[in-house]
T-cell receptor
Framework: DVKVTQSSRYLVKRTGEKVFLECVQD?????MFWYRQDPGLGLRLIYF???????EKGDIPEGYSVSREKKERFSLILESASTNQTSMYLC?????????????FGSGTQLSVL | KQEVTQIPAALSVPEGENLVLNCSFT??????LQWFRQDPGKGLTSLLL?????REQTSGRLNASLDKSSGRSTLYIAASQPGDSATYLC?????????FGTGTLLAVQP
């Protein structure tokens, strides 16, 4: 079975801190994604990557950056955490394909910024 | 801009009932559509993926249909069980990125 692992289930940080969210997948997927999920707003794409050292902005990249130094690992970085970044963060991966293939998600990180 | 809508936002049914969840999208130029299940506080699990050239996909008690021309998909759950209680989300892939609906919260009463 495909496994997408997010390093933390719950995280509490203070305003202004630099926050790292880690995601690792074990299926050699080229594509990796970071979403945030908020009540009433659904899932919104922050950043995605189609290959090592490659990154593309999603719909809401402001205040975030990403790093993909190895194929299996995709990190989301909050440069200076703010209270409006309190959210559930979900990482996903997939094989590439025409139009994309089935997406596999991690179990999520609930981040609270105080 | 592609928009995905799921109605109703919440649904409660007695155990054993057959039910249909609805998903509509505004732009018919899509590659595929996926249905996901999300349990409270958890990540998403992919249930079914329908390519744009397909009309339906089946997995066990689940059947998903796709009508691109009308911008609609349905997820049919047969003989519902309490374990089916979860939030169901649909997502369309139009530019190699998924656009999600806000989901339908399903409660199956024993």
């Amino acid at each position: 079975d495909v496994k997408v692992t997010q390093s933390s289930r719950y995280l509490v940080k203070r305003t202004g801190e630099k926050v790292f969210l880690e995601c690792v997948q074990d299926m050699d997927h080229e594509n990796m994604f970071w979403y945030r999920q908020d009540p009433g707003l659904g899932l919104r794409l922050i950043y995605f990557s189609y290959d090592v050292k490659m990154k593309e902005k999603g719909d809401i990249p402001e205040g975030y950056s990403v790093s993909r130094e190895k194929k299996e690992r995709f990190s989301l970085i909050l440069e200076s955490a703010s209270t409006n970044q309190t959210s559930m963060y979900l990482c996903a991966s997939s094989f590439p394909g025409i139009g994309g293939e089935k997406l596999f998600f991690g179990s999520g990180t609930q981040l609270s910024v105080l | 801009k592609q928009e995905v809508t799921q109605i109703p936002a919440a649904l409660s049914v007695p155990e054993g009932e057959n039910l249909v969840l609805n998903c509509s999208f505004t732009d018919s130029a899509i590659y595929n559509l996926q249905w996901f299940r999300q349990d409270p506080g958890k990540g998403l699990t992919s249930l079914l993926l329908i390519q744009s050239s397909q009309r339906e996909q089946t997995s066990g008690r689940l059947n998903a249909s796709l009508d691109k021309s009308s911008g609609r998909s349905t997820l049919y759950i047969a003989a519902s069980q309490p374990g089916d209680s979860a939030t169901y989300l649909c997502a369309v892939n139009a530019t190699n990125k998924l656009i999600f609906g806000t989901g339908t919260l399903l409660a199956v009463q024993p």
